[in-house]
């Protein structure tokens, strides 16, 4: 049966549109509910990772307070997920023991117990490691062939975005990622349009400019700010023309930031003609810091620690009081540090440490 011009508006454009929602398929699985006369709507992606374990479970349905276990089903042999074979439709009839017995009897109150009567599960092709169940669950009347017919239809737009869904994850997780490295090293971005209005702005932007950072903003107008030149390119002439100098306000230190054109992109992305980068003050990651510095150069405890607050501009003498030492140990440790890191002195140790890992921590 193929799709109907109906279910294409009602199911596929929710499908494709509920990758942005949180959590996903909201709409599209509460219309396939309404579509099938499913009382519930059980819904499980899966990754194949030394056997398939659920990666997320979303759920929908005309009765909020009908919540089917599959997984109990599973246990009793009614629709165990695991072993669907992927493309096929599923009734939950095929697996009922009809013979008298413990078997049974086990089943019949399994079912009871999960208030469901009947059922319908399809589980989608593997791709990329990756695979979705949709089970279709009702208390009374059994689903109709249409119904069937319907999930089989819809086994490849599932499966297309099963793996757009994981594509989108993944993109964010990156972006998260990076933005996080970032901040720990208090460093934000902010993309700018070929006027100098704000498209976007990372985490540690936001919360060092506040409402400066908001979309549309014209950034060249929002006060005490110098856009510099961070390199030669083709900075648009809104944003270039406010390079190197200040553009308002009564500040004799002005924040500045480092402009550069936005790397190539797709046809698709965000329209980011340059990027705005500014400093503010690095997370204190000391004990974080200390413990790369251990891992990496075999520093004691205190050696780490000391190396950290040296790292920080501090004298020795200074340093080692804070760290309760006297001024001649702090020396001592001072002299192992470099030992082992293979630094010459504090100058040598400091630019070890800032441009090593211990910054990541």
């Known amino acids: ?12 454009l929710p499908l494709a549109e509920g990758l942005r929602d949180d959590p996903p398929w909201g709409t599209f699985l ?14 499980c992606i899966e990754r194949d990772e030394r056997g398939p374990r659920p990666v997320m479970v979303l759920r929908s349905g005309r009765d909020p307070a009908l919540r089917p276990d599959p997984a109990a089903l599973g246990e009793a042999g009614l629709l165990p997920l695991a072993g669907l074979r992927p493309g096929r439709v599923y009734a939950l009839q095929e697996h009922l023991e009809t013979a008298p017995g413990p078997r049974r009897d086990h089943q019949r109150a399994v079912l009871k117990a999960n208030a469901v009567r009947h059922a319908r599960a399809v589980r989608t092709p593997w791709r990329d490691g990756l695979s979705a169940c949709i089970v279709l669950f009702a208390r009374q009347a059994d689903f109709r062939a249409s119904d069937s017919a319907l999930l089989s239809a819809l086994i490849p737009h599932i499966t297309a975005a099963v793996g757009l869904l994981s594509l989108v994850h993944g993109l964010e997780q990156r972006a998260r990622e990076a933005e996080a490295a970032l901040a720990r090293l208090g460093i934000g971005q902010v993309g700018l349009d070929r006027d100098g209005r704000v498209i976007c702005a990372d985490r540690a932007a936001r919360d060092m400019l ?35 100098e200040t553009t308002g306000g009564d500040s004799a230190d002005p924040r500045r930031f480092l402009t550069r054109p936005a790397t190539g992109a ?43 607050a040296l790292s920080r501009g501090e004298g020795i003498v200074e340093a080692g009081t804070s760290l309760g030492l006297t001024a001649e140990t702090a020396r001592n440790y001072s002299k192992r540090i470099y030992a082992k890191t293979g630094t010459r002195g504090q100058a040598d140790l400091v630019r070890l440490i800032l441009t090593g890992l211990a910054v990541l921590a």
Do not use: C, K, W
């Open 266 to 308: 797709g046809a698709l992305a965000l329209p980011i003609a340059a990027m705005a980068q500014l400093r503010g003050a690095a997370r204190d990651n000391g004990n974080a810091a200390a413990r790369v510095l251990r891992a990496e150069y075999g520093l004691s405890e205190r050696e780490a620690a000391l190396a950290v």
């Open 30 to 43: 509460r219309r396939l509910a309404a579509r099938t006369g499913a009382d519930h709507v059980f819904a």
């Open 210 to 244: 506040g409402d400066s950072a908001a979309t549309g903003r014209r950034f060249e107008g929002i006060g005490d700010v110098a856009l510099l030149p961070a390199e030669h390119g083709d900075v648009p002439e809104g944003i270039a023309a406010h390079t190197g």
């Open 1 to 12: 049966m193929a799709l109907l011009s109906g279910d294409e508006r009602e199911l596929l």
